[in-house]
């Protein structure tokens, strides 16, 4: 987890951008020797050119996908 904050700090726009400033990374779990693919997402909101909030973490295994809007939801309530 170190390593991906250090490389957030210095591109904040990592992953695979959803909308509204959301960024999806994929992460390795180290248990499951199978690469990203099976590993853990990061969902992090990227706002206003200086605010860096992590949104969601959740391994694949347990979720398959969290749609946009519930994303949005969870910023709107918790932001």
């Known amino acids: 987890m170190y390593l991906l904050i250090e490389e957030l700090s210095k591109n904040p726009e990592l992953g695979v951008a959803l909308e509204s400033g959301l960024y999806k990374v994929r992460l390795q779990n180290s248990s499951i020797p199978t690469g990203k693919r099976a590993g853990f997402r990061v969902v992090t909101y990227y ?7 992590l949104v969601t973490m959740y391994a694949k295994s347990d979720k398959d996908t969290i749609l946009t809007h519930k ?5 709107r309530d918790e932001i």
Not at 71 to 75: F, Q
């Open 47 to 53: 706002v206003n050119g200086d605010n860096l909030y």
């Open 71 to 75: 994303l949005k939801e969870i910023i």
